[in-house]
Nanobody, 121 residues
Framework: QVQLVESGGGLVQAGGSLRLSCAASGRTFSSYAMGWFRQAPGKEREFVATIGWSGGPTSYTDSVKGRFTISRDNAKNTMYLQMSDLKPEDTAVYFC??????????????WGQGTQVTVSS
């Protein structure tokens, strides 16, 4: 069992940066691949980035490549999403998830409650 808690969301102007954190409970954090997903109002939840259990490999959706960086610190049971050059279309609730490496929501078993990111133009 893994419990996930996101933090770091907020309101930022376009072009700004935020770092999201995902703190995990349980001793098995390092055995899971981790992912970030987001859901904008009226839209389906979508893949953002994923990272393997050891810190690699990583994969990103095309719209965030070069702007977002996913990382993890297994000693701290924490995953991060560094977001830079934020755009209004990045506005969404961001969720972290633990499971098997991949871009599909179905590959992830455990989910956090989400953190709101709002980017103003």
């Amino acid at each position: 069992q893994v419990q996930l808690v996101e933090s770091g969301g907020g309101l930022v102007q376009a072009g700004g940066s935020l770092r999201l954190s995902c703190a995990a409970s349980g001793r098995t954090f390092s055995s899971y691949a981790m992912g970030w997903f987001r859901q904008a109002p009226g839209k389906e939840r979508e893949f953002v980035a994923t990272i393997g259990w050891s810190g690699g490999p990583t994969s990103y959706t095309d719209s965030v490549k070069g702007r977002f960086t996913i990382s993890r610190d297994n000693a701290k049971n924490t995953m991060y999403l560094q977001m830079s050059d934020l755009k209004p279309e990045d506005t969404a609730v961001y969720f972290c998830a633990a499971g098997s490496y991949g871009t599909s929501l179905r590959r992830y078993t455990y989910w956090g409650q989400g953190t709101q990111v709002t980017v103003s133009s």
